[in-house]
Protein backbone atom coordinates (compact mmCIF):
# COMPACT_ATOMS: atom_id res chain seq x y z
CA UNK A 1 0.00 0.00 0.00
CA UNK A 2 3.00 2.20 0.68
CA UNK A 3 4.81 1.41 -2.05
CA UNK A 4 1.95 1.96 -4.21
CA UNK A 5 1.28 5.68 -2.93
CA UNK A 6 4.68 6.49 -3.31
CA UNK A 7 4.43 5.73 -6.95
CA UNK A 8 1.15 7.43 -7.62
CA UNK A 9 2.92 10.48 -5.75
CA UNK A 10 5.86 10.01 -8.34
CA UNK A 11 3.42 10.40 -11.23
CA UNK A 12 1.60 13.15 -10.09
CA UNK A 13 4.99 14.68 -9.25
CA UNK A 14 6.30 14.20 -13.06
CA UNK A 15 2.37 15.25 -13.88
CA UNK A 16 3.01 18.79 -12.12
CA UNK A 17 6.50 19.15 -13.68
CA UNK A 18 5.38 18.19 -17.47
CA UNK A 19 2.45 20.13 -16.64
CA UNK A 20 4.40 23.45 -15.42
CA UNK A 21 7.63 23.49 -17.42
CA UNK A 22 7.45 21.23 -20.31
CA UNK A 23 4.17 22.31 -21.66
CA UNK A 24 4.57 26.60 -21.61
CA UNK A 25 7.93 26.22 -23.38
CA UNK A 26 5.89 23.92 -26.35
CA UNK A 27 3.46 26.50 -26.26
CA UNK A 28 5.69 29.47 -26.90
CA UNK A 29 7.30 27.83 -29.83
CA UNK A 30 4.28 27.14 -30.93
CA UNK A 31 2.80 30.33 -30.85
CA UNK A 32 6.25 31.79 -31.91
CA UNK A 33 5.89 29.88 -35.19
CA UNK A 34 2.56 30.19 -36.28
CA UNK A 35 2.52 34.29 -35.76
CA UNK A 36 5.74 34.33 -38.09
CA UNK A 37 4.47 31.72 -40.35
CA UNK A 38 0.96 33.57 -41.17
CA UNK A 39 2.78 37.31 -41.39
CA UNK A 40 4.86 35.62 -44.39
CA UNK A 41 1.99 33.59 -45.95
CA UNK A 42 -0.42 37.21 -45.94
CA UNK A 43 2.61 39.40 -46.96
CA UNK A 44 2.45 40.93 -44.12
CA UNK A 45 5.13 42.54 -42.35
CA UNK A 46 6.97 42.81 -45.45
CA UNK A 47 8.62 46.53 -46.09
CA UNK A 48 6.02 48.51 -47.84
CA UNK A 49 7.75 50.71 -50.03
CA UNK A 50 6.14 53.78 -52.74
CA UNK A 51 7.87 54.78 -55.37
CA UNK A 52 6.94 58.07 -57.35
CA UNK A 53 8.17 57.18 -60.86
CA UNK A 54 8.18 53.27 -63.26
CA UNK A 55 11.71 53.18 -63.36
CA UNK A 56 12.40 53.95 -59.30
CA UNK A 57 9.41 51.14 -58.54
CA UNK A 58 10.86 48.81 -61.23
CA UNK A 59 14.33 49.06 -59.34
CA UNK A 60 13.18 48.66 -55.63
CA UNK A 61 11.13 45.08 -57.43
CA UNK A 62 14.32 44.04 -58.79
CA UNK A 63 16.39 44.53 -55.08
CA UNK A 64 13.20 44.42 -52.28
CA UNK A 65 12.67 40.80 -54.07
CA UNK A 66 10.00 39.20 -51.97
CA UNK A 67 10.97 41.02 -48.71
CA UNK A 68 9.27 44.26 -50.07
CA UNK A 69 6.05 45.62 -51.53
CA UNK A 70 6.48 47.66 -54.26
CA UNK A 71 3.86 50.53 -55.23
CA UNK A 72 4.46 52.91 -57.78
CA UNK A 73 2.42 56.00 -58.86
CA UNK A 74 3.19 57.20 -61.97
CA UNK A 75 2.08 54.85 -64.82
CA UNK A 76 2.85 54.76 -68.21
CA UNK A 77 3.15 57.70 -70.44
CA UNK A 78 2.64 59.79 -67.59
CA UNK A 79 4.94 63.24 -67.75
CA UNK A 80 6.88 63.57 -64.10
CA UNK A 81 7.68 66.93 -64.65
CA UNK A 82 3.69 67.79 -64.44
CA UNK A 83 2.52 65.20 -62.06
CA UNK A 84 0.17 66.22 -59.09
CA UNK A 85 -0.22 63.59 -56.19
CA UNK A 86 -4.03 62.77 -55.96
CA UNK A 87 -5.97 61.72 -52.94
CA UNK A 88 -5.17 58.11 -53.80
CA UNK A 89 -1.66 59.10 -54.35
CA UNK A 90 -1.10 60.34 -50.55
CA UNK A 91 -2.78 57.46 -48.86
CA UNK A 92 -0.12 55.04 -51.09
CA UNK A 93 2.87 57.67 -49.53
CA UNK A 94 0.85 57.79 -45.85
CA UNK A 95 1.21 53.85 -45.95
CA UNK A 96 4.62 53.38 -47.39
CA UNK A 97 7.68 52.59 -44.50
CA UNK A 98 9.67 53.88 -47.11
CA UNK A 99 9.14 56.62 -49.95
CA UNK A 100 11.76 56.92 -53.55
CA UNK A 101 11.60 59.45 -55.77
CA UNK A 102 14.28 61.02 -58.02
CA UNK A 103 14.56 64.43 -57.10
CA UNK A 104 16.86 66.42 -58.99
CA UNK A 105 13.57 68.54 -58.90
CA UNK A 106 11.91 65.96 -61.44
CA UNK A 107 8.92 65.93 -59.22
CA UNK A 108 8.56 69.54 -59.39
CA UNK A 109 5.04 69.47 -57.87
CA UNK A 110 4.96 66.95 -55.49
CA UNK A 111 7.82 68.90 -53.51
CA UNK A 112 5.10 69.69 -50.57
CA UNK A 113 4.18 66.39 -49.97
CA UNK A 114 7.42 64.92 -50.06
CA UNK A 115 8.25 67.26 -47.32
CA UNK A 116 5.38 66.71 -45.59
CA UNK A 117 5.95 62.69 -45.65
CA UNK A 118 9.52 62.68 -44.48
CA UNK A 119 8.33 64.12 -40.96
CA UNK A 120 6.66 60.76 -40.19
CA UNK A 121 8.77 58.12 -42.67
CA UNK A 122 12.01 57.29 -44.31
CA UNK A 123 11.72 59.67 -47.81
CA UNK A 124 15.26 59.04 -50.22
CA UNK A 125 15.94 60.50 -53.79
CA UNK A 126 17.46 57.99 -55.21
CA UNK A 127 19.85 60.47 -56.91
CA UNK A 128 21.45 61.50 -53.76
CA UNK A 129 24.91 59.64 -54.11
CA UNK A 130 25.23 60.42 -58.27
CA UNK A 131 28.56 62.52 -57.52
CA UNK A 132 27.93 66.55 -58.27
CA UNK A 133 30.87 66.22 -61.30
CA UNK A 134 28.41 63.81 -62.78
CA UNK A 135 25.10 65.89 -63.30
CA UNK A 136 24.76 67.53 -66.18
CA UNK A 137 24.30 71.34 -64.89
CA UNK A 138 21.69 73.53 -67.22
CA UNK A 139 21.05 77.26 -67.44
CA UNK A 140 19.94 78.74 -64.34
CA UNK A 141 22.37 76.08 -62.59
CA UNK A 142 19.24 73.39 -62.51
CA UNK A 143 20.51 70.03 -62.76
CA UNK A 144 19.23 67.75 -65.37
CA UNK A 145 17.27 64.99 -63.75
CA UNK A 146 16.76 62.54 -66.46
CA UNK A 147 20.04 60.34 -65.09
CA UNK A 148 18.18 56.69 -66.25
CA UNK A 149 19.83 57.68 -69.25
CA UNK A 150 23.11 57.14 -68.42
CA UNK A 151 22.74 52.98 -66.90
CA UNK A 152 25.95 54.10 -65.17
CA UNK A 153 24.67 56.24 -63.20
CA UNK A 154 21.28 54.63 -62.57
CA UNK A 155 23.38 51.79 -60.98
CA UNK A 156 24.06 54.42 -58.75
CA UNK A 157 20.97 54.97 -57.82
CA UNK A 158 20.09 51.32 -57.68
CA UNK A 159 23.03 51.07 -54.56
CA UNK A 160 20.94 53.71 -52.68
CA UNK A 161 17.96 52.11 -52.86
CA UNK A 162 19.87 48.81 -51.68
CA UNK A 163 21.46 51.15 -48.76
CA UNK A 164 18.03 52.25 -47.85
CA UNK A 165 16.47 48.75 -47.85
CA UNK A 166 18.61 47.09 -45.83
CA UNK A 167 18.98 50.48 -43.26
CA UNK A 168 15.12 50.22 -42.94
CA UNK A 169 14.61 46.36 -42.68
CA UNK A 170 18.59 44.93 -41.85
CA UNK A 171 16.89 41.28 -41.11
CA UNK A 172 16.88 40.62 -44.56
CA UNK A 173 20.43 42.46 -45.13
CA UNK A 174 21.94 38.99 -47.30
CA UNK A 175 18.68 38.90 -49.99
CA UNK A 176 18.96 42.57 -50.77
CA UNK A 177 22.77 42.87 -51.38
CA UNK A 178 22.35 39.20 -53.35
CA UNK A 179 18.86 40.83 -55.70
CA UNK A 180 20.98 44.26 -56.05
CA UNK A 181 24.44 42.37 -56.98
CA UNK A 182 22.59 40.20 -59.77
CA UNK A 183 20.64 43.43 -61.00
CA UNK A 184 23.41 45.45 -61.43
CA UNK A 185 25.37 42.78 -63.26
CA UNK A 186 22.04 42.82 -65.62
CA UNK A 187 22.72 46.72 -65.71
CA UNK A 188 26.36 46.53 -66.80
CA UNK A 189 25.13 44.26 -69.21
CA UNK A 190 22.63 47.23 -70.94
CA UNK A 191 25.15 49.58 -70.64
CA UNK A 192 27.66 47.62 -72.91
CA UNK A 193 24.79 46.73 -75.21
CA UNK A 194 23.42 50.17 -75.56
CA UNK A 195 27.19 51.21 -76.56
CA UNK A 196 27.14 48.48 -79.20
CA UNK A 197 23.96 49.76 -80.96
CA UNK A 198 24.92 53.19 -80.80
CA UNK A 199 28.82 52.18 -82.52
CA UNK A 200 27.01 51.17 -85.38
CA UNK A 201 25.26 54.00 -86.75
CA UNK A 202 27.60 56.26 -88.77
CA UNK A 203 29.42 59.00 -87.00
CA UNK A 204 28.13 61.48 -88.73
CA UNK A 205 24.42 60.50 -88.38
CA UNK A 206 24.72 59.99 -84.71
CA UNK A 207 22.54 63.34 -83.98
CA UNK A 208 19.27 62.28 -82.09
CA UNK A 209 16.43 65.14 -82.65
CA UNK A 210 13.55 64.37 -80.31
CA UNK A 211 11.03 67.08 -78.64
CA UNK A 212 12.19 67.33 -75.06
CA UNK A 213 15.56 67.58 -73.94
CA UNK A 214 15.61 64.08 -71.77
CA UNK A 215 18.28 62.90 -73.66
CA UNK A 216 21.59 64.52 -72.74
CA UNK A 217 23.11 61.96 -70.40
CA UNK A 218 22.11 59.48 -72.80
CA UNK A 219 23.90 61.58 -75.20
CA UNK A 220 27.08 62.20 -73.13
CA UNK A 221 27.15 58.49 -71.84
CA UNK A 222 26.54 56.98 -75.37
CA UNK A 223 28.34 59.61 -78.27
CA UNK A 224 25.66 61.00 -79.40
CA UNK A 225 24.79 64.79 -80.39
CA UNK A 226 21.48 65.61 -79.07
CA UNK A 227 19.26 68.08 -80.01
CA UNK A 228 15.79 68.65 -78.60
CA UNK A 229 13.28 71.38 -79.31
CA UNK A 230 11.74 71.90 -76.05
CA UNK A 231 13.95 73.16 -72.80
CA UNK A 232 14.27 70.59 -70.24
CA UNK A 233 10.75 70.63 -68.88
CA UNK A 234 7.71 69.67 -70.53
CA UNK A 235 6.50 72.93 -68.66
CA UNK A 236 8.46 75.27 -70.54
CA UNK A 237 7.20 76.75 -73.82
CA UNK A 238 8.42 76.41 -77.23
CA UNK A 239 8.22 79.27 -80.01
CA UNK A 240 8.32 79.01 -83.92
CA UNK A 241 11.58 80.35 -83.91
CA UNK A 242 12.37 76.92 -82.23
CA UNK A 243 10.63 74.64 -85.27
CA UNK A 244 13.08 76.97 -87.65
CA UNK A 245 16.17 76.60 -86.36
CA UNK A 246 15.62 72.90 -85.90
CA UNK A 247 14.27 72.26 -88.97
CA UNK A 248 17.45 74.28 -90.76
CA UNK A 249 19.72 71.68 -88.83
CA UNK A 250 17.75 69.08 -89.80
CA UNK A 251 18.15 69.73 -93.66
CA UNK A 252 21.61 70.87 -93.31
CA UNK A 253 22.64 67.95 -91.68
CA UNK A 254 20.86 65.15 -93.57
CA UNK A 255 19.47 63.57 -90.69
CA UNK A 256 17.07 61.01 -91.64
CA UNK A 257 14.55 60.29 -88.23
CA UNK A 258 14.06 62.66 -86.00
CA UNK A 259 12.03 60.76 -82.75
CA UNK A 260 8.37 61.18 -81.21
CA UNK A 261 8.27 59.93 -76.83
CA UNK A 262 6.09 58.59 -75.01
CA UNK A 263 5.24 61.36 -72.42
CA UNK A 264 5.41 64.24 -75.00
CA UNK A 265 2.95 65.29 -77.46
CA UNK A 266 4.08 64.85 -80.88
CA UNK A 267 2.59 67.76 -82.29
CA UNK A 268 6.20 70.14 -82.49
CA UNK A 269 8.13 67.45 -83.81
CA UNK A 270 6.03 67.10 -86.72
CA UNK A 271 5.81 70.53 -87.13
CA UNK A 272 9.52 70.54 -88.08
CA UNK A 273 8.93 67.48 -90.21
CA UNK A 274 6.61 69.77 -92.28
CA UNK A 275 8.48 72.38 -92.40
CA UNK A 276 11.57 70.10 -93.65
CA UNK A 277 9.36 68.51 -96.52
CA UNK A 278 8.79 72.19 -97.66
CA UNK A 279 12.25 72.51 -98.44
CA UNK A 280 12.75 69.24 -100.10
CA UNK A 281 14.14 66.77 -97.33
CA UNK A 282 12.69 64.16 -96.42
CA UNK A 283 12.65 63.56 -92.77
CA UNK A 284 10.90 60.45 -90.58
CA UNK A 285 9.24 59.75 -87.08
CA UNK A 286 12.11 57.12 -86.44
CA UNK A 287 9.90 55.67 -83.70
CA UNK A 288 8.45 56.09 -80.26
CA UNK A 289 11.30 56.49 -77.61
CA UNK A 290 10.20 56.23 -74.06
CA UNK A 291 11.75 59.17 -71.95
CA UNK A 292 10.14 60.20 -68.82
CA UNK A 293 7.82 56.67 -68.45
CA UNK A 294 8.11 52.84 -68.98
CA UNK A 295 5.92 51.28 -70.86
CA UNK A 296 2.69 49.59 -70.58
CA UNK A 297 3.30 46.77 -67.73
CA UNK A 298 3.68 43.16 -69.05
CA UNK A 299 5.36 44.53 -71.64
CA UNK A 300 9.21 44.53 -72.74
CA UNK A 301 9.11 47.89 -72.20
CA UNK A 302 7.31 47.90 -69.19
CA UNK A 303 10.67 47.54 -67.32
CA UNK A 304 13.26 49.79 -67.14
CA UNK A 305 16.04 47.13 -68.78
CA UNK A 306 13.57 46.40 -71.52
CA UNK A 307 12.42 50.30 -72.07
CA UNK A 308 16.45 51.63 -72.28
CA UNK A 309 16.92 48.70 -74.99
CA UNK A 310 14.03 49.56 -76.88
CA UNK A 311 14.86 53.31 -77.18
CA UNK A 312 19.05 52.05 -78.23
CA UNK A 313 17.44 49.44 -80.36
CA UNK A 314 14.58 52.43 -82.37
CA UNK A 315 17.56 54.75 -82.28
CA UNK A 316 20.20 52.26 -83.66
CA UNK A 317 17.80 51.29 -86.45
CA UNK A 318 16.44 54.66 -87.47
CA UNK A 319 19.72 56.44 -88.19
CA UNK A 320 22.21 53.49 -89.59
ZN1 LIG B 1 11.61 64.96 -68.73
Given at each position: MKRRLSASVKRLILLVVFLT??????????????????????????????????????????????????????????DPHLYKASQGDIAKLEQADVIFYNGLHLEGKMTDILVQMAKSRTVVPV??????????????????????FDVRLWMMAVEKIRDTLIEADG???????????????????LDAYVKEQIASIPEKSRVLVTAHDAFGYFGDAYGMEVVGLQGISTASEYGSKDVTA??????????????????????????VIEGARQKGHEVVIGGELFSDAMGAEGTPEGTYVGMVRHNAETIANALK
Open positions: MVLPVMAACGSGETSEGAGDGAGEGRLRVTATTGMIADAAKEVGGDYVEVVGLMGPGVTENIPEDRLRILDQETEDPHVWEHKAAYEQNAAAYLKELEELRDLIVERGIKAVFVESSVSSRSIEA
